[in-house]
């Protein structure tokens, strides 16, 4: 049984079948599945951004458009993102090893947080897509 707190503090039963739909009907389901990410270009420059990402940095997609990615993070400036026509290696491992990064948001703040890479190729058109998950961990 699954309890689904309504906000009188009272409390109804629900199927899982009907806490999903309502779920799902609160907001569309694009929304459930688009994290904070950008889309790039194998020279870093950013395509395109996510809504998600557009609302955690205060910035608008048209804004972002053909900038490179070390305006966002200055720690990738002059990193090439892809070497020899591969991910770059070690970018891929501090990735993979849950390494910080600072982002920085519209008004110049850092924003504490890990980066994952995925490599797409698509009808012979190659781009990264960069997700961005804030983190908690505090930076000295």
Same mark, same amino acid.
């Given at each position: 049984?699954?309890?689904?707190?309504?906000e009188?503090a009272?409390?109804?039963?629900?199927?899982p079948?009907?806490?999903?739909?309502?779920?799902?009907?609160?907001?569309?389901?694009?929304?459930?599945?688009?994290?904070?990410?950008?889309?790039?270009?194998?020279?870093?420059?950013?395509?395109?951004?996510?809504? $998600?990402?557009?609302?955690?940095?205060? +910035?608008r /997609?048209? @804004?972002?458009?053909?900038?490179?990615?070390? &305006? =966002? %993070?200055p720690?990738?400036?002059?990193?090439?993102?892809?070497?020899?026509?591969?991910?770059n290696?070690?970018?891929?491992?501090?990735?993979?090893?849950?390494h910080?990064?600072?982002?920085?948001?519209?008004?110049?703040? $850092?924003?504490?947080?890990?980066?994952? +890479?995925? /490599?797409i @190729?698509?009808?012979?058109?190659?781009?990264? &897509? =960069? %997700?961005?998950?804030?983190?908690?961990?505090?930076?000295?």
């Open positions: 049984m699954n309890l689904l707190r309504v009188n009272n409390f109804e039963n629900h199927t079948s009907q806490v999903s739909r309502q779920k799902l009907t609160d907001k569309p389901l694009t929304e459930h599945y688009d994290p904070p990410s950008l889309s790039l270009d194998e020279r870093g420059m950013i395509l395109e951004c996510s809504k $998600a990402f557009e609302m955690l940095f205060g +910035f /997609r048209h @804004e972002l458009a053909w900038q490179h990615i070390s &305006k =966002l %993070i720690k990738l400036e002059g990193v090439e993102l892809i070497q020899d026509g591969q991910f290696p070690l970018l891929n491992y501090l990735c993979h090893c849950g910080i990064y600072q982002i920085l948001n519209q008004q110049g703040e $850092a924003i504490i947080s890990n980066l994952s +890479f995925v /490599r @190729e698509y009808e012979g058109k190659r781009t990264l &897509k =960069l %997700i961005v998950r804030p983190s908690d961990k505090v930076v000295s």
